[in-house]
């Protein structure tokens, strides 16, 4: 286990669960980060945001329990087949981590429509690409296109055994074809075909609808006590 200097951040506004206070133990800025050392803090339970890396730190509540998917056993139930079959002329292209305007034009109609209120969807093209992007991380864009035309974009950070789906956007427009679904099914897709291990998708709040429909990917292992171990659900 790496050891690291922390900074607890004053409390705040939960955005998942109503009526809690938040907290969040960030990394100094200070410390070196590099993809290897992110990875191992990424089993750590801990997650990026644009540069900054943090985990929850809360003073009361434990719901946000960060999750992974093995993806050598993974096994798609039949609703996550149908997406897959849905999806077989749908193309993912992968792209460096920069600055394009139609990404971001579709992104903000995505926040707009999503997640109207919550501030992102006030977002500058500054605030977007340093969101979502990282100066001392391997970070892709996988653009995903429907009959020729942009649909949606993965964010993803790339490290020698794992992923870690920082987050997907999609035109709001298409939300009947599923593709947050199928773009966490192309990640483990490709994360088998190399031979890797995991797909890291942040944290799992079992009373939060927007978070909980992780445990939809089966095995899903959760953190708990700093051990890893597969989800029982019911």
Known sequence: MISIPLLASPDYECSYLPEQLARSAFINPYFALTPIVYEQLLKQGYRRSGDEVYKPYCRQCHACIPCRIPVRQFK???????????????????????????????????QKTRHSGGGMEQSSPEDYINFLSSRWCTTCFAEISVDNQLAGVAIIDQFPRSWSAVYTFFDPELEHLSLGIYAVLWQIQQLKQHRLDYLYLGYWIKECRKMAYKDNYQPLEILENNQWRVLERG
Do not use: S
Request: glycine share 2%; proline share 9%; hydrophobic share 30%.
């Open 76 to 110: 798609p139930n039949r609703g996550q087949q149908r997406c897959w079959k849905k999806h077989a002329n749908t193309t993912v292209v992968i792209k460096p981590p920069v600055f394009e305007q139609a990404h971001y034009d579709l992104y903000m109609r995505y």
